[in-house]
């Protein structure tokens, strides 16, 4: 199946020379777990222009250093091509700013959250019997790094993966045509220990040193690109 990948972000200009873009890691990701899926981007945020949701087989969003709040050129021509995605049933995903847009464009409220950066590899509950996660997992170890949050989900989308820092960091939403995630599932170990250090000088040093800490924890990415990969092809 052919996955169109709408690119709203780059690679922090700090780390432009040390690690591959977005599109790359989204294509490892997808060659390991997402057998038979073929990727095509369009980076929106070198103002591409949006296909015909309509004419797309499945679409994902990746994550932005932009917030849904601003007034970029782009923001508004995105929330109505995810309005008209979702009505015609296209399947769509949603990574990081990608879950923000989608519950942003479809009645839910996103903003920059009070408990400030999520960094490093946060564990989050799984809810049980969803259909795309192997039977018994209950728990995921996924690097994110964010300060939004969806605080208040849209109405016809249920929570699938939280914990206490981020309580709807997975939503999939009635009709199943979208399933969205705020952890990072594309990203390798090491740009997530970089994108940690950049963020050095805005958050506390004992914040760093937890978010590098965490990172010891063993990775479950692969059971939520497998998931990703399993809703896709369905």
């Known amino acids: 199946m052919n996955l169109t990948i ?5 690679v922090p200009e700090p780390l432009r020379g040390r690690f591959r873009p977005y599109s790359e890691m989204f294509s490892a990701m997808l060659a390991r777990h997402g057998a038979g899926i073929t990727p095509r981007f369009v980076p929106v945020i070198e103002g591409a222009p949006l296909p015909d949701p309509e004419s797309l087989q499945a679409v994902l969003i990746t994550g932005s250093p932009a917030g849904v709040y601003d007034p970029l050129p782009w923001m508004d021509p995105l929330r109505d091509f995810i309005r008209r995605a979702h009505q015609s049933g296209t399947k769509m995903v949603g990574i990081c700013f990608g879950h923000q847009i989608i519950a942003d464009a479809l009645g839910g409220d996103v903003r920059k959250s009070e408990k400030g950066w999520g960094l490093g590899r946060h564990v989050y509950e799984v809810a049980p019997d969803h259909p795309h996660f192997v039977p018994g997992v209950e728990r995921l170890a996924i690097a994110c790094s964010h300060q939004d949050q969806v605080i208040a989900p849209p109405p016809m989308a249920k929570v699938v993966l939280r914990n206490e820092f981020a309580p709807n960091a997975g939503l999939a939403y009635a009709g199943g045509n979208i399933l969205s995630f705020q952890p990072h599932p594309e990203f390798e170990d090491d740009y997530s ?14 914040t760093i040193e937890v978010a590098h800490d965490s990172m010891k924890t063993r990775s479950d990415s692969a059971i939520l690109s497998q998931a990703i990969s399993r809703f896709l092809t369905s």
Do not use: Q
Request: hydrophobic share 35%; proline share 0%; glycine share 10%.
């Open 6 to 10: 709408l690119e709203t972000g780059l």
């Open 193 to 206: 220990s970089a994108l940690i250090d950049l963020r050095r000088g805005k958050v506390s040093e004992d």
